[in-house]
């Protein structure tokens, strides 16, 4: 579908007073569910015979944590609506202003690592050059890894396979800088590139080290930013893809069924007030270097002080109160790596976290608009949510004591409001079966049910995800929770490396992390078993005219789930070939691999072989194909070879620390030396000495 010139039609529409009429709609049905949400646990807690002193507080907190999740639900049936509709028909959607881009516009393509598998990052970025090449917008972009690795057997990794994509694409501007100073992790090696080079692009496409954007993408998203003038940032609908493990397939099953629709959803309310992931993304630098400057705080406990951790909400957010749209557009589609176990993904869970609270201090600053405030300040709060699930479910097993002990009394609380009780029961059986519909209705419409193995095949794998969602739920609440309290505590949080790669836990790294969690899960059986079933006899059951079916279909889920939680999360990190071979998890990509899925791997086979991840940092003087192309790369720099030539004397690369190591990888002079050294060739002064 063509969006060219199709602008005329769509110059006087305000977009604005849209979303705000769209915004009002969905603040009326979410509130009016939350506060069904909210009486169905007060219904509970009274039944519970919670005293009021916690009854009400906890029901407040529960009526303003729980927006989140209500205007979920909410916003799926009008994201269905517009997946369904498409850009095309949306007069409001930026595409329809897209136009070519400027001759002098450059767009720099990021891809900021740390410590990442450079052999993905390079296959990644081959694939994309060869699959952007398609497209004329392809001259106006710079391709450009930015490294804040510290070890130098990685660093000169990353510089060979620079080299192989050097030759590999010769006609491609492809840039490499490896930081010296890695101050502020990620945010300051973005930000230190804007500073010092910022000034020659227009645009600039964030990626992560595990992106992976199409071509056809790219070129969209260039188009559509270099037509709209006021738009700082165009979001991309990215899908987790590529890992195998059980745990990945999984998640990037739900993340292909499920992100469309939700995504749509939000594009419908927001409009040019979108969310940016900071990644998959394309950002004017303009308005980046002038708006874009995070704050730097003063530690004050909880807070740590600092940059915030999580930028790209805040980012957004100080471009929306500078009055730019940002737009989160899903019919541009991207990917991304799915992790491929609980426990890296809960590191990466709380590490989110950590970023997310510290906006608490951030959404109180001028430069934001009332909605930016707004949205920072909610979404700050999502993570206490693990606090009400868990007082909640705790509650509901010691309350479920006092029910048994008074069942008359309980009886009569539940028919006074049965259609509360009723209908509580009626939306949670509702909400599984809408969830699946909508979803599955869209792409029944987009003709792509196929792609998951037709319904049945979809239906089975949406089932299997529910069941082990339900597995994993308590385990990343109780997770979330302890994360929570570390937090108050003031304990700090290290933003290093991701594991990206698939790999299976061993059981003493999850007996590691998840014994205490086995434990607990443990106790709250006790408690069901000891001091609940003998509650629950016959007569009891039948005055609350329930079984005991009920009951322990209430409380083994989650219980399950908390008691063998090391066991569930070591087979979820396995590679099962035969589910890929049955189709269980089975995503449209999957079926039919796009070529930039296709040819990254191709590459990344080819760079394995080349540059495998056992190479050293003397690997690199005894390589004559790499040590002359490093040596043309890097400046000549006398000054310090004089200074630093005769503190080398004598000495081999293997004597040498980390710091020196590097010195020599930045100067033309002294890798000479210590190439001649290595290979044993005499030097000139050598043999003028002979």
């Known amino acids: 579908m063509s969006y060219i010139n199709s602008s005329e039609n769509h110059e006087a529409l305000d977009w604005r007073k849209e979303s705000k009429k769209r915004t009002i709609v969905l603040w009326i049905l979410t509130t009016a569910f939350n506060v069904f949400s909210v009486l169905v646990l007060i219904f509970f807690m009274v039944m519970y015979n919670y005293p009021k002193y916690f009854i009400i507080p906890f029901s407040i907190c529960s009526f303003l944590l729980g927006f989140v999740g209500s205007s979920y639900?909410?916003?799926?049936?009008?994201?269905?609506?517009?997946?369904?509709?498409?850009?095309?028909?949306?007069?409001?959607?930026?595409?329809?202003?897209?136009?070519?881009?400027?001759?002098?516009?450059?767009?720099?393509?990021?891809?900021?690592?740390?410590?990442?598998?450079?052999?993905?990052?390079?296959?990644?970025?081959?694939?994309?050059?060869?699959?952007?090449?398609?497209?004329?917008?392809?001259?106006?972009?710079?391709?450009?890894?930015?490294?804040?690795?510290?070890?130098?057997?990685?660093?000169?990794?990353?510089?060979?396979?620079?080299?192989?994509?050097?030759?590999?694409?010769?006609?491609?501007?492809?840039?490499?800088?490896?930081?010296?100073?890695?101050?502020?992790?990620?945010?300051?090696?973005?930000?230190?590139?804007?500073?010092?080079?910022?000034?020659?692009?227009?645009?600039?496409?964030?990626?992560?080290?595990?992106?992976?954007?199409?071509?056809?993408?790219?070129?969209?998203?260039?188009?559509?930013?270099?037509?709209?003038?006021?738009?700082?940032?165009?979001?991309?609908?990215?899908?987790?893809?590529?890992?195998?493990?059980?745990?990945?397939?999984?998640?990037?099953?739900?993340?292909?069924?499920?992100?469309?629709?939700?995504?749509?959803?939000?594009?419908?309310?927001?409009?040019?007030?979108?969310?940016?992931?900071?990644?998959?993304?394309?950002?004017?630098?303009?308005?980046?270097?002038?708006h874009g400057g995070l704050p730097y705080f003063e530690a004050k406990p909880p807070f740590p002080g600092g940059r915030p951790l999580s930028h790209d909400f805040v980012e957004a957010a100080f471009f929306e109160g500078a009055g730019y749209e940002v737009w989160l557009l899903p019919h541009l589609e991207s990917f991304e790596d799915q992790l491929t176990n609980l426990i890296d993904d809960m590191k990466r869970e709380t590490r989110w976290m950590y970023g997310a609270l510290f906006w608490l201090r951030v959404c109180r600053m001028k430069r934001l608009s009332a909605n930016g405030m707004k949205h920072l300040f909610i979404s700050s709060l999502h993570y206490f949510n693990a606090w009400i699930g868990l007082i909640f479910y705790i509650g509901s097993i010691f309350g479920m004591i006092y029910v048994l002990q008074h069942p008359l009394q309980a009886y009569?609380?539940?028919?006074?409001?049965?259609?509360?009780?009723?209908?509580?029961?009626?939306?949670?059986?509702?909400?599984?079966?809408?969830?699946?519909?909508?979803?599955?209705?869209?792409?029944?419409?987009?003709?792509?049910?196929?792609?998951?193995?037709?319904?049945?095949?979809?239906?089975?794998?949406?089932?299997?995800?529910?069941?082990?969602?339900?597995?994993?739920?308590?385990?990343?609440?109780?997770?979330?929770?302890?994360?929570?309290?570390?937090?108050?505590?003031?304990?700090?949080?290290?933003?290093?490396?991701?594991?990206?790669?698939?790999?299976?836990?061993?059981?003493?790294?999850?007996?590691?992390?998840?014994?205490?969690?086995?434990?607990?899960?443990?106790?709250?059986?006790?408690?069901?078993?000891?001091?609940?079933?003998?509650?629950?006899?016959?007569?009891?059951?039948?005055?609350?005219?329930?079984?005991?079916?009920?009951?322990?279909?209430?409380?083994v889920p989650a219980l399950s789930g908390l008691i063998f939680s090391p066991l569930i999360i070591r087979k979820t990190s396995f590679r099962y070939k035969w589910m890929e071979q049955m189709g269980w998890f089975q995503t449209p990509f999957e079926k039919d691999e796009p070529f930039i899925m296709s040819r990254t791997r191709e590459i990344k086979e080819t760079l394995d072989v080349l540059v495998p991840s056992t190479l050293t940092f003397s690997d690199a003087l005894s390589n004559p194909w790499f040590a002359f192309r490093h040596m043309c790369s890097i400046p000549s720099r006398p000054q310090k070879t004089k200074f630093w030539s005769e503190y080398f004397s004598g000495k081999n690369i293997n004597d040498l620390s980390r710091a020196e190591k590097l010195l020599i990888f930045r100067c033309r002079e002294l890798w000479e030396i210590f190439f001649l050294k290595q290979n044993n060739i005499p030097s000139i002064d050598t043999e003028k000495k002979g």
Request: charged share 20%.
């Open 412 to 555: 009569i609380i539940r028919q006074k409001f049965s259609w509360l009780f009723d209908a509580s029961l009626f939306i949670f059986f509702f909400a599984f079966i809408a969830r699946f519909a909508v979803y599955a209705l869209y792409f029944y419409k987009k003709k792509q049910l196929d792609g998951f193995g037709g319904l049945g095949k979809l239906l089975w794998s949406y089932m299997l995800s529910i069941v082990l969602g339900m597995a994993i739920a308590p385990i990343t609440m109780t997770q979330i929770s302890k994360a929570l309290f570390y937090w108050l505590k003031g304990r700090k949080i290290h933003w290093g490396e991701q594991d990206r790669e698939d790999r299976s836990v061993s059981y003493a790294e999850v007996f590691q992390h998840f014994f205490p969690v086995s434990l607990f899960g443990l106790f709250l059986l006790y408690i069901v078993v000891e001091h609940i079933m003998p509650l629950a006899t016959n007569n009891t059951m039948k005055i609350l005219h329930m079984s005991k079916t009920w009951l322990w279909f209430w409380y």
């Open 73 to 290: 639900f909410i916003t799926i049936w009008f994201g269905l609506y517009a997946a369904l509709r498409g850009p095309e028909k949306d007069p409001y959607n930026p595409v329809h202003k897209q136009k070519d881009l400027c001759e002098d516009t450059r767009v720099a393509l990021l891809i900021p690592i740390y410590h990442e598998d450079i052999r993905r990052v390079g296959a990644a970025l081959g694939a994309m050059i060869e699959d952007l090449r398609a497209y004329k917008e392809f001259s106006h972009f710079d391709f450009i890894i930015l490294s804040d690795s510290r070890k130098e057997d990685i660093i000169f990794q990353e510089h060979y396979v620079y080299q192989v994509l050097l030759e590999k694409y010769p006609n491609v501007n492809i840039i490499y800088r490896n930081r010296i100073s890695n101050i502020d992790a990620k945010i300051g090696n973005t930000s230190d590139f804007i500073k010092r080079w910022g000034k020659n692009y227009k645009f600039m496409v964030m990626l992560d080290a595990d992106s992976l954007m199409p071509g056809k993408t790219l070129s969209e998203m260039a188009r559509i930013i270099e037509g709209n003038e006021n738009t700082a940032i165009i979001q991309s609908t990215y899908y987790g893809v590529i890992t195998k493990t059980l745990y990945a397939r999984m998640n990037s099953f739900g993340s292909v069924f499920g992100v469309v629709v939700s995504f749509y959803g939000q594009y419908f309310f927001k409009m040019g007030r979108g969310q940016y992931f900071g990644h998959n993304a394309i950002l004017r630098v303009d308005a980046f270097m002038k």
